[in-house]
């Protein structure tokens, strides 16, 4: 696949490591867990958004835009992102953030990708749940353009074709990693949102043949909402990108298990996964996605849904930033003592 053609700015430290996690196999004794590292893809402490921005800010650069206005909850490493790829290449930033997690603590508002978001001196304002925010973002565009700003809307996860180029990007990264090390991969696991990174994944494998599975661990969505949608949008980018044929549904595939009460709401299995990764492996995972990506993964080995032996790569698609938003979740609100 030819991306060429397709306006990109570059931000990624790329090709992001892909390494084994021979401590958290072992403890877990199923199949060997490799992990894609694009919690450091470089940019404002990393995470999957990055390669998304290389196409979506090399598309707003070709339209000349001054301004980038984008959306997301609270703790959003989207906008965290986002706004910090508009300080690098010179553009205003505006920020909707939802407040989709009722009941946060004050770390939440503050800390976190809300305390970055701030220090990259973007413009955050606040909207009640149930909204339409791709509607909002419009009526900002409006009010930016009555003052002279050529604003360029960026929506959601950065989910659509052209930000999901990105995830093509790291699927032919993949690829091209699993030869160099002779590593047949059987499976690669990932926790799936707005829905780019996976749609971007399974259009990249297939458009290579690669014959790699994918699974989605739903943060949000219920499982028939989140495929359907994954697989839309996975079209459309086979369809940008000019691939033959048709791609097959049976592509996409999510598992909708390990959402609990709700996106951005700390659970059980989420802790236990931030602490494993955190005590085996001394790596960072967050709360709200690969938190619970993780955790799904090591609940399927336990049902031993994967072969002993079998590789499995993990895509860390970042979000430690949040770590700081959820003190309370891991029961450290209070700090320590001090004299
Ligand atoms: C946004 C995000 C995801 C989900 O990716 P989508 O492309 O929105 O499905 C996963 N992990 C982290 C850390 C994210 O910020």
Redesign the pocket.
């Known amino acids: 696949m030819n991306l060429t053609r397709f306006p990109r700015v570059r931000l990624t430290h790329a090709p992001t490591p892909l390494e084994h996690l021979p401590n958290l196999s072992r403890h877990l004794g199923g199949p060997e867990i490799y992990i894609k590292r694009d919690d450091a893809t470089g940019l404002a402490s990393g995470?999957?958004?990055t390669r998304k921005l290389e196409f979506l800010v090399g598309e707003a650069l070709s339209l000349k835009a001054t301004h980038l206005i984008t959306h997301g909850a609270t703790q959003s490493?989207?906008v965290r992102q986002t706004v910090a790829a508009a300080c690098k290449f010179g553009l205003g930033a505006t920020a909707l953030l939802e407040e989709r997690v009722a009941g946060a603590s004050p770390d939440y508002y503050g800390s976190g990708n809300v305390f970055l978001d701030r220090l990259f001196g973007a413009t955050l304002e606040t909207r009640p749940p149930g909204l339409d925010l791709n509607a909002e973002c419009a009526v900002v565009a409006e009010r930016l353009r009555a003052q002279g700003e050529r604003p360029y809307l960026i929506p959601g996860?950065g989910?659509n074709p052209v930000g999901a180029l990105g995830y093509v990007v790291c699927a032919q990264e993949i690829v091209y990693q699993a030869n160099d090390l002779g590593l047949p991969i059987a499976c690669v696991v990932h926790?799936?949102?707005?829905?780019?990174?996976?749609a971007g994944l399974v259009a990249g494998f297939e458009g290579q043949n690669s014959h790699i599975r994918v699974l989605g661990i739903s943060v949000r969505a219920a499982k028939d909402a989140q495929e359907e949608n994954v697989y839309r949008l996975a079209k459309q980018t086979w369809e940008l990108l000019g691939i033959r044929g048709e791609l097959p549904r049976a592509t996409v595939e999510a598992n909708s298990d390990y959402v609990g009460a709700g996106y951005g709401r700390p659970t059980p299995g989420m802790v236990e996964a931030v602490t494993l990764a955190a005590h085996f492996e001394g790596l960072l995972l967050?709360p709200v996605?690969?938190g619970k990506g993780f955790a799904g993964l090591i609940d399927l080995i336990r049902k031993g849904h994967f072969r002993k032996g079998e590789n499995i790569v993990f895509v860390h698609?970042?979000?430690s930033a949040g770590l700081f938003g959820y003190r309370d979740a891991f029961g450290f609100a209070d700090g320590l003592p001090h004299p």
């Not at 926790?191 to 996976?198: D, N």
Request: glycine share 28%; proline share 0%; aromatic share 4%.
């Open positions: 995470g999957n958004k490493n989207h996860g989910s926790a799936t949102g707005s829905t780019g990174t996976q967050d996605y690969t698609t970042g979000g």
